[in-house]
């Protein structure tokens, strides 16, 4: 979910901010206020490309930040796999954009690239606009769409893609042509006996830089540690001493009052305590010896440990593990006719799972797809759009075509006037009949999701704009009805141009320009339930209100909110 949006020196946005809330939150204002210049900003912290025209005239850089609220679980394995750390069930992406070029993207207040905000984009927001659909239509998303509709479980058909994966790049391996594969036995064979040669033992970098950190610091380590021993133990005054001084008081006294013979006994055991602990630090600072002959060899191996990281993991850990699949890879070498029979046995059984899994998904699309097609074409219908609407479900289950998600390919066909003929949704559909094609099949996928009372689909922001040009009266009700629906599982938000669907708001904003200072600046506000009566009387008749429209306005949040 969005929780708030940043935005300062972008194209006539001088400073907004704008929080936002769960539901359905929609935006409106005159023609030229800017309302998808939000959007566009927010397209930027999803990894849309940039621009310098867009920083604010007579500003260094424009800057686009947000709050998302994120499960862990889909963000986590991003941050993680980049660098980044995490701040709980929130994110905070920050984007700036200067005149020279030269962007800076921060995640969680910790540099980041474009890159990252790409991969982050699917577990936070999908926009579907006029210019651009971020989470674009592409043939990952479309499949999606239809697995989360349909309930599916692709764990198996991945596992299984795994897995076959795995043995077929083992034969490959051994089955080489013969000069590759002497040429790899003897880098598998270098590479072994340098890891064998090493002795390594895990751990063994952590101990080896605690005990340099030492040795290198003897003097001080020394000095601080007979230091702590005299301050506890031996000189005039010590912590003992004192300790041992209080203790013989409060013994004097529990004898005339019982209630201080535990405060007695609690000062003798800190006493005890702390004469151990002194005991101890004069026993490690006698064994510090100042050794450059022992600092100068943990450096060497130090050296090497990291050589043999650079070249072969990242940690010692990942050293060792190498070294391991190397002896197996030798091994496998060395038998390689009985090995490659078990192997080809094996890759037949694991391709057999494969198809197994990847049919039963294939036929659990096909299910799917028949009834979701039927549910978008009612529901685009509803949209003041006379089309036809079909799913097409192509790919066969040839080895050529089998990934982690199986063998199929999903297309959404229209054909958005009568007449004429289907084709892909993304290419047929204008800019505004792709919002509401796009809203029908959201609403459609939510209401097949809530009666099987499943929902493997990650929940984001759905951001729609302009998808109401060209409908009005009864379609601009339904496009309204639809949005209120699908903002009962999701976070929408929405720019509208009319006071049909604006009077089903959760949540609603004002976007207006204005003139300050000779220069031109948009604000957004949010609204009561005042100004919202003002807000759809003015949608309803211009710019000059009247008591009609005002109480219009009254009747359609009363009836829709």
């Known amino acids: 979910m969005l929780l708030e949006l940043r935005v300062e020196n972008y194209a006539v946005i001088d400073n907004v901010v704008v929080e936002f809330a769960p539901g359905l939150n929609l935006l409106t204002g005159e023609t030229g206020a800017g309302k998808s210049i939000l959007i566009d900003a927010l397209t930027l912290l999803l990894g849309d490309k940039a621009s310098a025209d867009v920083i604010r005239h007579g500003t260094d850089k424009a800057v686009v930040a947000a709050v998302f609220e994120a499960e862990p679980g889909g963000i986590a394995p991003v941050l993680e796999e980049n660098g980044l750390d995490a701040e709980g069930d929130q994110i905070i992406l920050r984007r700036e954009i200067t005149a020279n070029g030269r962007g800076r993207v921060f995640i969680n207040n910790q540099p980041a690239t474009v890159s990252v905000l790409k991969q982050l984009a699917p577990h936070l927001a999908v926009i579907h606009a006029q210019n651009a659909a971020v989470l674009g239509f592409d043939p990952a998303s479309r499949l999606a769409l239809l697995d989360s ?57 952590e101990a080896l830089e605690a005990e340099k950190r030492v040795l290198a610091n003897s003097e001080r380590v020394f000095s601080a540690a007979m230091g ?247 379609a601009a009700e339904a496009v309204g009805k639809k949005l209120k629906a699908l903002s009962k599982t999701k976070q929408v938000l929405c720019i509208t141009h009319l006071p049909q669907i604006a009077s089903f708001a959760d949540h609603h904003y004002l976007i207006e320009k204005k003139e300050a200072s000779g220069r031109t600046k948009t604000t957004v506000r949010p609204l009561d339930l005042e100004d919202r009566t003002e807000e759809i009387a003015r949608m309803l008749s211009g710019a000059k209100l009247t008591e009609t429209s005002l109480k219009h306005a009254e009747q359609m949040l009363k009836a829709n909110g």
Do not use: C
């Open 228 to 474: 702590a021993f005299d301050h506890l133990y031996e000189a005039e005054g010590s912590a003992s001493e004192q300790l041992k001084a209080a203790a013989k008081q409060l013994e004097d006294l529990a004898r005339l009052d019982e209630k201080f013979r535990e405060q007695a006994a609690a000062v003798e055991s800190a006493r005890i305590t702390i004469e151990d602990i002194g005991v101890s630090l004069r026993d490690y600072a006698e064994g510090i010896q100042a050794s450059p002959e022992r600092l100068a060899e943990i450096e060497d191996r130090l050296a090497l440990l990291d050589r043999l990281k650079r070249k072969y993991g990242k940690a010692l850990d990942e050293v060792i593990a190498y070294g391991a699949d190397l002896a197996r890879k030798l091994n496998e070498m060395e038998n390689k006719d009985e090995v490659l029979r078990v192997l080809k046995k094996d890759l037949a059984k694991a391709a057999e799972a494969y198809l197994d899994a990847a049919r039963t998904l294939s036929r659990k699309r096909y299910d799917a797809a028949k009834k979701l097609e039927k549910m978008v074409e009612t529901e685009v219908n509803d949209l003041a759009m006379k089309a036809r609407f079909k799913i097409e479900i192509g790919g066969t289950d040839e080895e050529s075509n089998w990934t982690a998600s199986g063998f199929d390919q999903v297309a959404y066909m229209i054909s958005a006037n009568p007449g004429e003929p289907l084709g892909p949704v993304e290419q047929i559909a204008s800019g505004g009949e792709l919002s509401r094609v796009m809203l029908a099949l959201k609403a459609s996928v939510e209401a097949g999701k809530s009666r099987s009372k499943k929902d493997p689909a990650h929940q984001r922001t759905l951001v729609f704009d302009e998808i109401d040009t060209g409908i009005g009266g009864r």
């Open 149 to 205: 509709y349909a309930g599916a479980d692709l764990h198996p058909t991945t596992e299984a893609h795994a897995k076959w994966r795995e043995i077929t790049a083992r034969i490959a391996d051994l089955e080489r042509d013969e000069q590759d594969r002497l040429r790899l036995l003897d880098l598998w064979k270098f590479q072994r006996e340098e890891i064998d040669q090493a002795d390594l033992k895990p751990g063994e970098d």
